[in-house]
C-alpha cells in the first residue's frame, strides 16, 4: 500500500516538472494574474464623483444651501468680465430654468455644459414641454457644468462642479487594463520560459558537441523531465560509442604494432641486400606505411580530443604548401588574407595536406587561397586534372571508396583521404565540398566558421 | 651496404673515435637482432634486453649511453620506463614506436626521450638519428636539460609539439623547413650562423623536404613573422650567414 502510494507520488513528482506541467502552470498563472486584475479594478476603482444633480440642486448650490449628496468638487469664484453667452440650446434650456427657480431675469443665469450634457437637449425638452406646465420640470445634469450668476454688485459668480476627481491609481489601471495585464503577464511567460528553454537550449549544446566529437563529457542531467530522459538516453549512446571507439582504437592499434613490426625487419634484412633490389623493396615498404598511415590517421582523427586554439589559417595552409613547394611538387599559394580561427592544429594540417596531396596525385598541380567570406573562412584547393564525374563525386568522402578502381602504383591510397579531410572539416563546425571547374579539374572547397571575437579583431 | 652517404663530416674536427654502447630493448626477438647486427657493423657496441626488468638487470651491470626503446611492450610499456630512466639522467633515449601518428610522438618526445621514430624504421634513418643524438650530446655535455619552451619578444616557441605562438597566443604555423631553421636560430640567439650549419642543424633527418635553399627559407620565415611582428628579427650577415637577434629566453 505504502508503496504504491509512493510509486504514485513518484509518479507525480516527475510529472510535475515535465514540460506539460509547466505549460499548465502558465495558462493557469496568466488566467489567474488576469483574473485577479479585473475583479481588483471592479472592487477598487471608486465610480466616477458626479451624481446627477438637477436645476433644483444647482439653485440650492447657487444660494449656498446644502445638498441632500455631498458634492465636494465645487469650486466657486467672483469676476468682473462678463462670460460670453451661450448659443447652446441645452445651455440656454438649463440657464432659463435656473433663472426661473432662482426668480432673477433669464440675462443674469448663463450656464455651460459638457458635451454629454448637450447631447441630452431633446430629451430636456420633452421633459420641460411634459411636466413643465404643472410646475415639476426638474431636468438633471449629469457631468461637470458651470454656471454664472450676475450679482447685486454686477460682477459674476461662477460655480463650477466638476464630475470627476482628480484620477486615482486604481482608475489609470482601470482604463489600462490591456497594457498592464501584459506587462504583468509578459515577465511570468519570460520567466518559465525561460526556465523551459535553458535546459532544452543546453541540452542541445551539449548533443551538439558531443556530436563534433569535441566534449566527452556527458550531458548534464537536468530541467524537466522529458529533457532529462532524452539527456540520459543520449548518454548512454554516447558512452556505448566511446566504447566502442575505445575498442577499435586498440584493435588498430594492435593491428598497425603487428604490421609495422615485420615491416621493420624487413627493412634491416634488405640492408645488406643488393641496392636494386633494396630500392624497389624499399618503395614497397613505404606504399604499405602510407596505407597504415592513412588508416590510423582516419581512427585517431575520430578518437583523439580535439584541441581547439586560436591559429592563423592563412599561414598554417601556406605551411603545408611549401611543404609541398619544398619537396619540388607543383603547389603554389594564389591568395592568403590573414584569418584567426580556433582549430585543432594537427587535424587542419591533416586536411589540407590530404587535400593538397589528392589535387597533386590526381590534378598535377594545386593551386590554393585563402579568403575570408562574412562570417567562414574559405580554403579553395583547385587542380588541373581530368575532374571526376558526378558519381564519383557523390561517393568521395565514404571510407576505402577510391576513384581509380585500377589502383594504379602511382596513385595508390586507401581511398581515406577525403573521409579524413570530411571528419577534420566536421570536427570544426565546417563544411566541405568538390566542384568541377569549367577549365577541367576539380576544386576542393572548405569552409570553416570564423569565431566572432576574431572577427571582430579584424 | 649503401650507407656511405651517410659517413658525412658533420661537425669539423674533435671527431673522436668514441662510440657509444647501445641498448636495445624490444619485444619482438628477430627485430631485435636485425638491429643488433646492423649496429655491430656499424662499430657500436650492442646489448639487447626484451623488456624493462631485464633492461633494469642490463643497466645495472653495464655501462649505456644510449637506449632504443620500443614503446608497445608487455608489462610495463616504453613511456613509463623512459620516464624513469630520464630521471637517472645522463642517457639518450630514442623511442621507436609503431604508433607513428603526431601525438604519440609529442607524448614520447613530452615523457623526455631525445627523440621519436615511428616504425618502421629504416637502418638508415635509425642510423642517422643515432649519430645526432651523439653529436647533441657531445655539444651539450654538462649542459642543462632541454628547455620547455623557447620566448622572444613575446613569442613562445615549443620545440616539442613543434608550435609557435604570438603574443597574443595565436598559433602561427609555419612549414617543416621553417620551423626547424627558426628552431635553430632561437637556440642560438644572438650569433652568426653560416648556410652550412643551418641546413645541417635544422635538417631533422635525412629527408629530402629541406633541400630547397636556406635564403628561400629564410625569406619566406621573415615575411610570415612579419606578418605580426615589426622590426628586425633575422638579420643576413653578408658573405657570413644568418643572426637571431632578439634575445632569447627559456620558460
Known sequence: MMGRIGGWFERFALWMNSIQAYILALVLGAIVVLTALSLSIMFYVTPEVGAPISVYEMSRMVRGQPLAQDTPSIRSRIQAVEPRRSDDDAEKLIAAALAHRLGVSGGDVRVYLNDGDRGRHDLMAREMALYGGEGAADPIVLGSFTIAVRTSSGQWRMITREARNPDTLWQHIGRNSVPIGLLLILPLSLWVSALLTRPIRAFAASAERLGAGIEESPVPVEGPTEIRMAARSLNEMQSRISRYIRERTSVVGAIAHDLRTPLARLHFHLASAPEHVRKAAEEEIRQMEQLIGTTLDFVDNESRPRVMEPLELGLLVEGVVDDFADMQHDVAIKHAEPITIDGDMILLKRLFTNLIDNAVKYGDAASVSVRREGEAAIVEIADKGAGMTDEHIARAFEPFFRGEPSRNRKTGGAGLGLSIVQSATEAHGGTVELKRLATGGMCARIALPIPAQSRERA | ?251
Open chain 2, 1 to 251: 651496404m649503401q650507407l656511405d652517404a651517410m659517413d658525412e663530416p658533420l661537425s669539423t674536427g674533435g671527431q673522436e673515435l668514441f662510440q657509444p654502447n647501445i641498448l636495445i630493448v624490444d619485444d619482438d626477438p628477430s627485430l631485435r637482432s636485425l638491429v643488433r647486427n646492423f649496429l655491430v657493423d656499424q662499430g657500436y657496441a650492442v646489448l639487447e634486453a626484451e623488456d624493462a626488468p631485464s633492461m633494469r638487470r642490463v643497466l645495472a651491470q653495464s655501462e649505456v649511453h644510449i637506449i632504443i626503446l620500443d614503446v608497445m611492450m608487455p608489462g610495463e610499456d616504453g613511456l613509463s620506463v623512459a620516464r624513469s630512466l630520464v630521471q637517472k639522467g645522463d642517457l639518450g633515449i630514442i623511442m621507436v614506436s609503431a604508433l607513428g601518428s603526431e601525438t604519440d610522438r609529442i607524448i614520447g618526445l613530452e615523457v623526455g626521450a631525445d627523440d621519436y621514430l615511428p616504425k618502421p624504421v629504416s637502418p638508415r634513418e635509425l642510423l642517422a638519428r643515432i649519430r645526432a643524438l651523439q653529436r647533441r650530446r657531445r655539444a651539450s655535455a654538462g649542459a642543462q636539460s632541454a628547455a620547455v619552451h623557447y620566448c622572444f619578444e613575446g613569442w613562445r616557441l615549443d620545440p616539442v609539439r613543434r608550435v609557435l605562438r604570438d603574443p597574443g597566443g595565436v598559433i602561427i604555423s609555419l612549414s617543416e623547413g621553417e620551423f626547424g631553421l627558426l628552431l635553430a636560430l632561437v637556440e642560438r640567439p644572438q650569433r652568426v650562423l653560416s648556410r652550412d650549419q643551418l641546413l645541417e642543424l635544422s635538417r631533422g633527418d635525412d629527408s629530402d623536404a629541406f633541400d630547397r635553399a636556406v635564403d628561400t627559407q629564410v625569406s619566406r620565415l621573415r615575411r610570415k613573422l612579419a606578418t605580426r611582428m615589426h622590426g628586425e628579427i633575422i638579420r643576413t650577415v653578408r658573405s657570413e650567414g644568418y643572426m637571431f637577434l632578439p634575445s632569447v629566453s627559456r620558460g
